[in-house]
C-alpha cells in the first residue's frame, strides 16, 4: 500500500468527534490495535501517548483505530490519559479498506482480529509508510523517526 493514495473514511470517534481523512491534519499517525485494555496495547498507545509532543512539533497527528466501542475507548483513552482520539471501527470498515483483519493464533486456537499495523499518511494524502505484524517495543519511536523525515 506504500506510495498509493489513502483511502478516505469517516469513523466516530473519543471526544464526540466525527473523523473524516481528507479532513484531518496530515502528515497523520493511524494505528490499527487489536483490544483495548489488554497489556500490548496499552504499552502501544502509552508510547504513542509519551511521544506526542514530539509527533506535534514534527507536524503529525495520531489516531488509534479498534473495533471496539465508543464507550470502551472513552474508558480506555481517560484510564490512559491520551491527548489524541481513538476511532471505533466496529463494523471493520476501515480495518478491511487497510486489510489489517488477520487470521491469528489465540491460545492455541484461530481467531480473526486486527494485526498491530500502523500507517503513516503524508501531505497530499498517500500512505507514506506502512508497517504490519507491529511488536510493539521501539515501535512508536521508529514510527517518529520516520515523520521527522517528511
Known sequence: MSGTACPDFTLPGTAGVTFQLSSSPKPLVIYFYPKDNTP????????FRDLHAEFAAAGAAIVGISRDSLKSHENFKAKLELPFELLSDTEETVCNLFGVIKMKNMYGKQVRGIERSTFVIDGNGDIAREWRGVKVPGHAAAVLDFVKTL
Not at 500490548?40 to 508510547?47: F, K, L, R
Open 40 to 47: 500490548g496495547c496499552t504499552n502501544e498507545s502509552m508510547d
